[in-house]
C-alpha cells in the first residue's frame, strides 16, 4: 500500500520544525535528515543528498532552500510555500521581538547568561553535524581529500566559497567523465542504522531512488513562466509600494534595495555575507552600530532558523534608527532576503528532479557534498574559538559544557530540543546562583 502525507500534516510538521532548527545551517540540515530520512521515511538518502547539493549551489540559506524543495517534491509550489515560509516564521518572530526587547530593555544579564550556556552545545550540534555527514557520503578517498581540502582552505585561506564550490564541482566532473568509481563507487558505504530504529528500515520512503517524478514535479516550460511572473511579481510590487510612501531613497525601499542585493551574493552561507551586510548597513547608511551588530549575530546564533535572519534584527533596528518603524524594516528585510531564494527553487526544482541519475550532475554534485563535510568543520573551527578562548583567554565552563553536550548527542542520543532547553536551564541556574552569591 502506497503511503502518503497530507498537506496539513505536512504544514503541522514545518511548523514544529522552525521552532527547534537550532545550530546553523550544519546543525538544520542534519535535523532535516533525521526526521525525513531517518525517522519518517518520507525521502531516501541519495535523493536528500541530491537535492541539498542542488541547494549547496544557489545564494541563500541551504536549509530554508532545502525546506523549500522537499516541501515542493511532497505537495507542489503550495507545499513549497508552506514549509519554506513556516521554517523561517519562528525565527524572524523571535529574532524581531528580540531586536524590540534589545532597543527597550538592552542587553539583559539574564539573557547573556543563557547564551553563555548556549554557544557551548551548538558548538557540540555543529561538530556532531559534520561527523555524521561524513560518516554517509564519505565514502571513497577522494571524498576525504575534497573534505580535507575544503576544511584547510576555508580556515587557513581567503578563498571565496563559490570558488570552492566551482572547485568541487570541477573535480567531480572530471573523475566522473576518467575514473567514475573514484566519486561515484558502485555501493555506498552508508553506516547501519542505529538501535533504536531496528522497525524502521522495513519501511519504504515516500520519494525512493526509484519513485517515479510525481505529475507536478515534471518540467513544463507554461509552469516554469507562470512561476517567473509570479516570482517577479512579488518582487516588483512590494517595492513599487515602499518607493510610493516613502520615495526611492526612502529608508525601506533603501533596505528592500539593499536585502535584495544581499541575497544574491549570500554564497557560501550567513558568516560569507554578513561583512558585506556589515559594511552596508553599518558604514555605508548608519542603520545600527558594529557593536549593535556583533549583538544581533549572538543573538542569530542561538535562535532557531537560518543564521542570516540575523537581517531581521538588523532591519529592525535600522527602521528603529531611522524612524521608518521596526517591524516595518523588519518584515521588509525578511521579505526581499527569502524571496529570491523561493524563487530559484520554485523557478528550478523541475530541472532539479530531472538531473536525478544523470552522471552529469550526479558526479559533480556528490563532490560538492564530499566538500560539505570539510565546509561544517571549518564553520565548528570557527564557532570553537570565540567560544572556546574568549578573548584570547580558555573558558572551562565552556570547554566543559562543550563535552557533555558531545557525550548526551553521541552516546544518549539526544535530541536537538532538549539538549537546547537543558542548555538554556543550566545558563539560568548559573545566573541564578551568581545573584545569590
Known amino acids: 500500500m502506497t503511503r502518503s502525507v497530507s498537506l496539513l500534516e505536512a504544514s503541522r510538521f514545518w511548523w514544529r520544525l522552525g521552532w527547534v532548527s537550532f545550530g546553523g545551517p550544519a546543525g ?4 532535516l535528515h533525521r526526521e525525513l530520512v531517518d525517522q519518517r521515511r518520507w525521502l531516501s538518502e541519495q535523493r ?28 507542489g509550489w503550495p507545499g513549497g ?17 528580540l531586536g524590540w526587547l534589545y532597543v527597550e530593555w538592552g542587553t539583559l544579564p539574564l539573557l547573556m547568561a543563557v547564551f553563555a550556556a548556549l554557544k557551548p552545545a551548538v558548538l557540540a550540534i555543529v561538530v556532531v553535524a559534520a561527523w555524521r555527514l561524513a560518516r554517509r557520503t564519505l565514502c571513497t578517498a577522494l571524498h576525504g581529500l575534497l573534505a580535507a581540502l575544503a576544511l584547510v582552505l576555508l580556515t587557513g585561506s ?4 563559490p570558488a570552492l564550490v566551482l572547485g568541487a564541482a570541477l573535480v567531480g566532473w572530471l573523475a566522473g567523465c576518467w575514473r567514475p568509481r573514484w566519486i561515484l563507487p558502485a555501493e555506498r558505504a552508508l553506516p547501519p542504522p542505529a538501535p533504536a530504529a531496528e522497525a524502521e528500515p522495513a519501511l519504504e520512503p515516500i520519494h525512493g ?29 512590494p517595492l513599487a509600494a515602499l518607493v510610493r510612501l516613502g520615495g526611492w531613497d526612502g ?20 558568516y560569507a555575507v554578513l561583512p558585506y551586510v556589515a559594511q552596508g548597513a553599518v558604514e555605508q547608511h548608519g542603520w545600527l552600530s558594529a557593536a549593535q551588530m556583533l549583538d544581533g549575530l549572538a543573538l542569530g546564533e542561538t535562535t532557531p532558523g537560518p543564521l542570516i535572519m540575523v537581517l531581521a534584527f538588523v532591519g529592525f533596528l535600522g527602521g528603529w534608527n531611522s524612524d521608518a518603524g521596526g517591524w516595518a524594516a523588519a518584515a521588509v528585510a525578511v521579505w ?23 552522471l552529469r550532475f550526479t558526479a559533480p554534485l556528490t563532490a560538492i557534498t564530499a566538500a ?14 570565540p567560544v572556546l578562548l574568549p578573548g584570547g583567554r580558555p573558558d572551562p565552563m565552556a570547554a566543559l559544557i562543550t563535552l557533555l553536550a558531545l557525550l548526551l548527542l553521541l552516546r544518549q542520543r539526544w535530541g536537538v530540543v532538549t539538549l537546547i532547553g537543558s542548555a538554556a536551564l543550566l545558563g539560568v541556574l548559573r545566573f541564578g546562583l551568581a545573584e545569590l552569591l
Open 28 to 31: 538544520q540540515i542534519a535535523l
Open 48 to 75: 536528500y543528498l541530491h537535492a541539498l547539493n542542488v541547494c549547496m549551489l544557489l545564494p541563500g540559506p541551504e536549509a530554508t532552500q532545502l525546506a523549500t524543495y522537499l516541501g515542493w517534491l511532497m505537495h
Open 81 to 97: 510555500l508552506i514549509a519554506g515560509a513556516l521554517f523561517l516564521l519562528p525565527s524572524a518572530l523571535l529574532l524581531s521581538a
Open 158 to 161: 581567503s578563498l571565496p566559497y
Open 209 to 237: 531512488d526509484h519513485t517515479p517524478t510525481p505529475a507536478h514535479a515534471r518540467f513544463r516550460g507554461r509552469a516554469l513562466l507562470i512561476t517567473l511572473l509570479a516570482w517577479g511579481l512579488a518582487l516588483a510590487l
Open 251 to 270: 529608508p525601506l525601499a533603501l533596505m528592500a534595495r539593499f536585502f535584495t542585493q544581499v541575497a544574491l551574493v549570500s554564497f557560501g552561507g550567513a
Open 336 to 358: 526581499f532576503t527569502f524571496l529570491p531564494s523561493f524563487g530559484f527553487i520554485l523557478a528550478g526544482a523541475p530541472l532539479v528532479e530531472a538531473s536525478r541519475g544523470d
Open 372 to 385: 560539505l563535510v570539510g565546509v561544517i568543520a571549518s564553520l565548528a573551527v570557527f564557532f570553537a574559538v
